[in-house]
C-alpha cells in the first residue's frame, strides 16, 4: 500500500451487511475513523443469544473488533421500528416495501447527516462509503464539503428486478410477490449514483448491469465481497457414509434459482443425494408441495446456526439467476465445501477446480455437475482442499485495501485535473 496515502473512512450501514465486513476491514487498516449503525448490540448479548429468533438476531448487530468508540449507533431511536419493519416485510408487496426502504434510509442518513454537521471533517484525507438507498442525503452534504463519496450498489438493481419478474412469469403460481418497487425507489437510487464520487459494485455481473442503466463505466470499480476465514489447514472433506448432502443457505426465491435445482433434484431421484434448503421462504405453497422428496425445507435460520449447515453438508449449491455477489458462495468454500454456481453472480468458484460453473436457468447441467462430484469421491476431496485456498483469498484486509487505492488513486488523478 502507498505509506503517503492519509485516507480514513467514515461507514455507514444499515442492518449488519456481512458481518460489518466493510468498517472492519478498513480497522483492520488503522483506517476506520467512524461507523455509523442503525442498531448495535452494546450489553446482553449472551442473554438474547439465549432468546427467541429476533433476539438472536439483534444479538449480532456488534462485532467484537471494532473499538466501541468509533461507532455511533442509533439504537434508542430506531430498534422498535426495526423490529416491527422484520416481522412485516415478509408480507410487504414490492411497492410498500419499496416505501418502507426509502423512508427508512432517508431517515438514517439523515441522522448520519446530522452528525456529521457536528464533526471537523478533513476533505484532503476523509473519505465516506455507504450502501445503496440508505445513504443520499449524507451523500449530498458530504460533496458539498468536498469529501469523496462512494455508493455500494449491493445488487444489479433494476435489471435484477426484470429478470425476477421475468422468471415469476415463466414459473406461474411459484412466487409469493409479483410487483415492482416504486419508482421513487429507483430515482432514490438513481441519484445516489448521480451523487457519489464513485459506484462500487462486487461482480462483473453487477457492473454490466448499471452500465446498462446508464452509469459510466468510470465511475464503477468492482471489488468482490471479503470473508473472515477459519483455519485454512482443516482437513478436507471425505464421502461419509450415506447420502451426499447438498446445502443451499439463503431466501428460497425464483431469482436465487429455487426452482431450477427443485427439477435438479428431480432428476436426481435414485441417487444418492439429498438436498437441504435452508432460508426465508420466498415460494407460494403450491411450489413447495411441488417439490420432490429428495428436498428437504428446513426454513429460516439464524447466524449462529449457520455454522452447523456448513459442517453438515459435503456440497454447496448457488444456481442463482442473478446476484451481486453471493457471499454465501465463500462461507461454504471457507468450510471446504465445493461450489457449484452459476455465472451470474461474483466470480469465485473455478470450474473444475474448486467446484463447477453452470449455466443459469439449466437443470439438467447442474444435476450434471452434482453427479459428476456423487460418482467421484476422491474429487469432492481435491474440490474441497482446494475451496479452502480460495475463500482464504478473500480476506478482509485484501479488500479493504482495493477499495482504498481505488480511491487514493481517483483522488490523485481529480488533483491533478484541478
Not at 450498489?153 to 409479483?178: F, T
Not at 433434484?265 to 439429498?274: H, Q, V, Y
Request: with cysteine; aromatic share 8%; hydrophobic share 40%.
Amino acid at each position: 500500500m502507498n505509506n503517503s496515502n492519509p485516507s480514513r473512512w467514515i461507514v455507514a450501514q444499515e442492518g449488519s451487511r456481512e458481518s460489518y465486513a466493510v468498517p472492519r476491514s478498513f480497522h483492520r487498516l488503522a483506517k476506520l475513523r467512524t461507523l455509523y449503525v442503525d442498531t448495535w448490540c452494546r450489553w446482553g448479548r449472551c442473554l438474547l443469544k439465549a432468546g427467541p429468533r429476533g433476539c438472536r438476531a439483534f444479538s449480532t448487530h456488534f462485532a467484537s473488533d471494532l473499538p466501541s468508540d468509533r461507532v455511533v449507533s442509533f439504537t434508542r431511536s430506531v430498534l422498535a421500528e426495526r423490529a416491527l419493519f422484520y416481522l412485516r416485510k415478509s408480507r410487504l408487496k414490492g411497492s410498500d416495501l419499496s416505501g418502507e426502504y426509502c423512508r427508512f434510509g432517508s431517515k438514517f442518513a439523515r441522522m448520519v447527516r446530522d452528525s456529521l454537521e457536528r464533526e471537523n471533517l478533513d476533505s484532503r484525507s476523509d473519505n465516506f462509503f455507504g450502501f445503496n438507498s440508505n445513504c443520499l442525503e449524507t451523500l449530498e452534504h458530504l460533496r458539498e464539503r468536498g469529501v469523496f463519496t462512494v455508493v455500494d450498489q449491493v445488487d444489479p438493481a433494476r435489471v435484477e428486478e426484470d429478470i425476477c419478474l421475468e422468471e415469476s412469469q415463466r414459473w406461474p403460481g411459484w412466487a409469493r410477490v409479483e410487483s415492482r418497487m416504486s419508482s421513487g425507489y429507483w430515482d432514490r437510487i438513481r441519484a445516489e449514483w448521480d451523487t457519489a464520487d464513485l459506484v462500487l459494485v462486487n461482480s462483473e455481473w453487477s457492473r454490466g448491469a448499471l452500465v446498462r442503466q446508464g452509469v459510466s463505466r468510470d465511475k464503477l470499480v468492482v471489488v468482490p465481497l471479503a470473508l473472515e476465514s477459519g483455519p485454512a489447514d482443516n482437513p478436507p472433506l471425505d464421502r461419509t457414509p450415506g447420502n451426499l448432502k447438498i446445502l443451499w443457505l439463503g431466501s428460497v426465491i425464483l431469482r436465487k434459482g429455487i426452482q431450477y435445482l427443485a427439477e435438479a433434484a428431480r432428476i436426481l431421484r435414485g441417487r444418492k443425494l439429498e438436498f437441504l434448503v435452508a432460508g426465508p421462504i420466498g415460494i407460494s405453497e403450491q411450489a413447495i408441495r411441488s417439490l420432490p422428496d429428495n428436498m428437504r425445507l428446513i426454513g429460516p435460520v439464524t447466524r449462529d446456526q449457520v455454522g452447523r449447515l456448513y459442517s453438515e453438508a459435503h456440497v454447496f449449491v448457488l444456481p442463482t439467476i442473478s446476484d451481486g455477489f453471493g457471499i454465501t458462495q465463500l462461507e461454504a468454500m471457507a468450510h471446504g465445501l465445493p461450489v457449484v454456481a452459476t455465472p451470474n453472480c461474483g466470480q469465485v468458484v473455478t470450474d473444475g477446480v474448486d467446484g463447477f460453473i453452470v449455466p443459469a436457468r439449466d437443470p439438467e447441467a447442474l444435476a450434471d455437475a452434482l453427479e459428476r462430484i456423487e460418482a467421484a469421491p476422491g474429487l469432492l476431496r481435491e474440490f474441497s482442499v482446494r475451496a479452502r485456498a480460495t475463500a482464504a483469498r478473500f480476506d478482509l484486509e485484501s479488500s479493504a485495501t482495493a477499495i482504498d487505492e481505488v480511491v487514493w488513486s481517483k483522488r490523485q488523478a481529480k488533483a491533478t485535473r484541478n
